[in-house]
């Protein structure tokens, strides 16, 4: 189940390519995600299910519903643990922005860091302006965006139809 490189991949061809500090980080933080599954099944999952799936007083659409529950606490309380005290609020603050936005996706069938994406693409960059400014600017515009009154959403502004969305599941501070 490894996915580590092959050490003697040099000996038939060209060596494997070196990996950026960012492709390395990137693949050490999700590529890892399906053997995280699998410790934590052995961890907890299978316990959780076998006792959960032996409770006859539950219905079947019950026992799914509290097992996905179940699990999706645990790991939301492992990540919670694993960090430092003095980081948890902002990632429980960007975690639930997350979820909002996300709901909101979901509720309007859109996608809004892509709609904001495409939005900015629109944008160019001024004569003489240089590439701070128009860094400065981009930033400024992209950060006004979402409390702009927006047609796939309705005529919603996104921060307003994503507190909506954390205030019907208590996330909002």
Same mark, same amino acid.
């Given at each position: ?23 390395? *980080?990137?693949?050490?933080? $999700?590529?890892? @995600?399906?053997?995280? =599954? %699998?410790?934590? !099944? ?60 996300? *709901?909101?996706?979901?509720? $309007?069938?859109? @996608?809004?860091?892509? =709609? %904001?994406?495409? !939005? ?54």
């Amino acid at each position: 189940m490894s996915n580590e490189l092959d050490p003697n991949a040099g000996l038939f061809g060209d060596p494997e390519p070196e990996k950026s500090p960012e492709e390395l *980080l990137f693949e050490y933080s $999700f590529g890892k @995600n399906p053997n995280r =599954a %699998v410790a934590m !099944e052995a961890l907890f999952g299978k316990r959780l299910m076998e006792d959960t799936m032996n409770d006859n007083d539950l219905p079947l659409e019950g026992k799914i519903s509290f097992i996905f529950k179940a699990t999706a606490h645990g790991v939301l309380d492992m990540v919670m643990e694993c960090l430092p005290p003095e980081y948890r609020e902002e990632v429980a603050v960007s975690l639930d922005s997350f979820i909002g936005m996300n *709901l909101v996706n979901m509720k $309007f069938n859109v @996608n809004l860091v892509d =709609a %904001v994406m495409e !939005e900015l693409q629109k944008v160019e960059q001024k004569p003489n302006e240089s590439d701070d400014d128009f860094e400065l600017r981009l930033s400024a515009m992209e950060e006004g965006w979402w409390s702009i009154p927006q047609p796939i959403l309705n005529g919603r502004n996104p921060n307003d139809a994503i507190r909506e969305e954390m205030n019907k599941y208590g996330l909002n501070q």
